[in-house]
């Protein structure tokens, strides 16, 4: 059982470059989120996905967009990277929030430097 | 907004017990989380309260009081393993959201020494 995989697990860009981050769960999960933790600022929302085809801002979105075309993939993307975006990336995922506890299950994290 | 805090480090000794405090003010608060994260790992989750009082699990205990704003992590028997960051989420929907967000307090980073 995987659970939840992140590709990949380091890059560095380029200012101005784009890219891609994968994240895939095999738990059957409707929500999938994007954080980014940073030193000193802990882990910040940069998007989520409450079920496929879905989409909403967090509270640190700009510069990323997010797509959610399956239910189990949630790709976040960099247009233009900037040095800001230097961070780990951690994808999650979990069950609909109802009478559950709503545990996120995370990846491994990705390792993004923008020179 | 959301406001969570906690300690940004403590220290403690091999088999002493611990309390890591962590408040919070929030709208449409839903649940308190704790997880731990090693250096260069991902977090795991420990604990989740939503209604006050202690849920006790092995060594960690997580306790709840939802009038303060207050909980805390007690970790009991302390191993050098347990030398890590906790962290504290809060679970809320805030007026006008959609659904329910996590946000995570900066963690506190625990060393445990011999």
């Known amino acids: 059982n995987a659970g939840v995989t992140q590709t990949p697990k380091f890059r560095v860009l380029k200012t101005g470059q784009s890219m891609t981050l994968l994240c895939a769960q095999d738990?059957?999960?409707?929500?999938m989120y994007w954080y980014r933790q940073d030193p000193g600022m802990g882990l910040r929302l940069i998007h989520y996905?409450?079920?496929?085809?879905?989409?909403a801002k967090g509270e640190v979105p700009d510069g990323y967009n997010v797509s959610r075309l399956k239910k189990q993939n949630f790709l976040l993307g960099l247009e233009s990277a900037a040095p800001s975006q230097t961070s780990v990336y951690f994808c999650?995922?979990?069950?609909?929030?109802?009478?559950?506890?709503?545990?996120?299950?995370f990846g491994e994290g990705s390792r993004l430097t923008v020179l | 907004g959301q406001n969570i805090d906690q300690p940004t480090e403590m220290t403690a000794t091999e088999g002493a017990i611990v309390q890591i405090n962590c408040t919070y003010q929030?709208?449409?608060?839903?649940?308190l989380f704790w997880y731990q994260q090693h250096a260069g790992e991902a977090p795991t989750f420990l604990s989740y309260?939503?209604?006050?009082g202690l849920e006790e699990k092995g060594r960690f205990s997580s306790f709840l009081s939802r009038s303060k704003g207050y909980s805390y992590l007690l970790l009991k028997e302390l191993q050098m393993k347990d030398s890590a960051s906790y962290l504290c989420?809060?679970?809320?929907?805030?007026?006008?959201?959609?659904?329910?967000?996590?946000?995570f307090g900066k963690g506190t980073k625990l060393s445990v020494i011999p």
């Open positions: 999650a995922s979990s069950y609909r929030d109802r009478a559950d506890t709503g545990e996120l299950f």
């Open positions: 738990m059957n999960h409707e929500y």
């Open positions: 996905s409450v079920g496929e085809g879905t989409t």
């Open positions: 929030t709208s449409g608060f839903n649940g």
């Open positions: 309260n939503v209604l006050d």
């Open positions: 989420a809060v679970r809320a929907r805030p007026p006008g959201a959609g659904s329910y967000q996590l946000t």
